[in-house]
């Protein structure tokens, strides 16, 4: 599938360490920072670096809590081999990722201590398709498991490496908002017969929020209208999307090849690993 990386999760080891060895070998991109054989030296590639056009991308993996270890695997907790491999990452790529099957707060508590990381693609079994959320200058997505969907994370990135909201996105909502506004100020203006004091202050809180909005958009739509060209003093911004995949999608050739050979391999047909 041409995959750039794929961190080592905790279901991906009941197999056994030599299938995912094996296919190490192959050039099948595991990676496991906290994956340690009994001397402490990692079983698998920490990171990678990936250059994508002028951006390097530097990519580290970490693997949660396994219920059962394998015979020859210890398990290091992220607080020990994370700070140096983040520290010594950062100094040569432009936008760090980590793959993380830890835990919710665990990838939280990550984002808020290293700042240097922008994003966290997360491997939750319980969250399903999870939008960016930004902590920190750091985003957390994840998307649903067992292939159900396809998660597509468009970014637009610059150097100073800071996130920032889309700003038509967020001219939109904030569009949307005065749209809201007007509408509860029309019913309002409809029963002016209603002259309790509590009514007319309500009144007024909705017409200074409406008028607080305006002027939020018409900033906005200047700063739009006289954006930068520097693309180094912009924002980095993002769009996400999930594809849902259905069983009715045509089949790849190819895939269904690769599919029907595994199948033969698992059932004992052709064998080729043992």
Excluded at 109 to 132: S, V
Excluded at 198 to 221: F, G, H, N, P, S
Excluded at 249 to 254: D, Q
Aim: proline letters at 6%; a positive charge; glycine letters at 6%.
């Amino acid at each position: 599938m041409k995959v750039d990386a794929v961190a080592v999760g905790p279901l991906d080891l009941a197999s056994g360490l030599s299938l995912l060895q094996t296919s190490q070998q192959q050039g099948f991109p595991w990676l496991s920072a906290n994956l340690l054989d009994q001397n402490g030296r990692p079983l698998f590639r920490p990171m990678r670096i990936k250059k994508i056009g002028k951006i390097k991308a530097g990519i580290i993996g970490l693997t949660g809590v396994l219920s059962t270890l394998p015979p020859g695997i210890t398990r290091a907790e992220w607080q020990t081999v994370l700070p140096a491999l983040i520290e010594k990452t950062s100094r040569q790529c432009d936008i760090l990722i980590l793959l993380s099957s830890l835990s919710p707060a665990e990838n939280q508590e990550i984002a808020q201590q290293f700042p240097a990381l922008h994003l966290i693609l997360a491997a939750d079994l319980g969250r399903g398709n999870m939008n960016p959320q930004q902590v920190n200058n750091t985003l957390i997505s994840q998307t649903d498991r067992q292939g159900k969907y396809q998660g597509i994370l468009t970014i637009d990135w610059n150097k100073n490496g800071r996130w920032g909201k889309a700003r038509e996105e967020e001219l939109n909502n904030l569009r949307n908002r005065r749209g809201a506004l007007d509408w509860q100020l029309q019913r309002m203006e409809k029963r002016k017969d209603l002259q309790q004091p509590e009514y007319i202050e309500k009144m007024k809180l909705v017409e200074r929020d409406r008028e607080t909005v305006a002027q939020q958009i018409k900033t906005l739509e200047q700063s739009l209208s006289t954006a930068p060209i520097d693309g180094d003093t912009s924002p980095c911004i993002f769009n996400n999307n999930f594809l849902a995949l259905h069983q009715s999608m045509p089949e790849s050739p190819e895939i269904k090849t690769i599919i029907t050979e595994l199948k033969q391999q698992i059932n004992g047909l052709t064998p080729k690993y043992k």
